[in-house]
């Protein structure tokens, strides 16, 4: 607007545009559920604000095992880290450490029971997730990940397996487990959701292996599950 005082001789540089992915988006209140495996000295976890200051936090020396363990917190406006460190670097439940068992870290609306997020257990050393709460106006779907995930554990199971969707959009699908000549031994649905866990109790199956195939929008994604 009136470049060195003047009139402005080349308006088609007046305008830059970047896109950019806008940060997580997460509501004021919300539920974290972590449950602990075979080894919970392994594992902590902290919530933190843009300070620095603790908000929520679980230490390995005061978990039991096999334990799930619900924080309901109530944020603030501002931005905020969640963290959880294992130790042992083996995750929450790994395939080649059957004996430490499974947990799992998720997130969970307080208005109604649907899940938000659920956190990959095979994940080494760390689950690090960064958000804001209250810088937008116009979300309605807390979405976080870009694109649907499948996950299995534990794998190898001795029959009772979690199954844990995360999905990029608001969406139906089909979860199904079948054999190795194409029997369908396990069905599930799921309708309009962000986020689904399913607890599948397949000991009645023998010993082998087995697909877990998920069927939603234009997604289908499989997994191989054995069973010992």
């Known amino acids: 607007s009136n470049p060195n005082g003047g009139a402005d001789q080349y308006a088609f540089n007046n305008t830059k545009i970047n896109k950019y992915t806008y940060p997580t988006v997460m ?3 919300f539920s974290i559920e972590f449950r602990t495996n075979n080894n919970p000295w392994e594992d902590q976890y902290t919530l933190k604000d843009d300070a620095g200051t603790i908000i929520a936090s679980r230490n390995g020396a005061s978990l039991s095992a096999n334990t799930l363990y619900k924080d309901t917190v109530t944020l603030a ?6 963290e959880l460190t294992d130790s042992g670097e083996d995750g929450l439940a790994f395939w080649a450490n059957p004996s430490q068992g499974s947990g799992y870290l998720r997130l969970r609306k307080v208005t109604t029971p649907a899940l938000i997020k659920t956190y990959p257990t095979d994940c080494g050393g760390q689950i690090y997730q960064q958000f804001t709460v209250g810088l937008t106006s116009d979300v309605d779907d807390y979405i976080l990940t870009e694109n649907t995930t499948l996950s299995v554990y534990p794998n190898p199971t001795d ?9 990029n959009a608001k969406q139906d699908g089909v979860v199904d487990i079948l054999d190795v000549l194409g029997k369908n031994v396990f069905h599930y649905e799921y309708k309009n959701l962000t986020a689904e866990s399913i607890e599948a109790d397949l000991s ?4 082998g292996i087995y697909f877990v195939a998920l069927r ?3 997604d289908v994604i499989t997994k191989k599950l054995m069973i010992r």
């Not at 009645?204 to 010993?207: G, K, P, S, T």
């Open 216 to 218: 939603s929008g234009k």
């Open 27 to 29: 509501p004021n209140s």
């Open 159 to 167: 029959g009772h397996v979690f199954i844990d969707i995360n999905m």
């Open 77 to 82: 406006n501002g931005c905020y880290t969640l």
């Open 204 to 207: 009645h199956l023998q010993a």
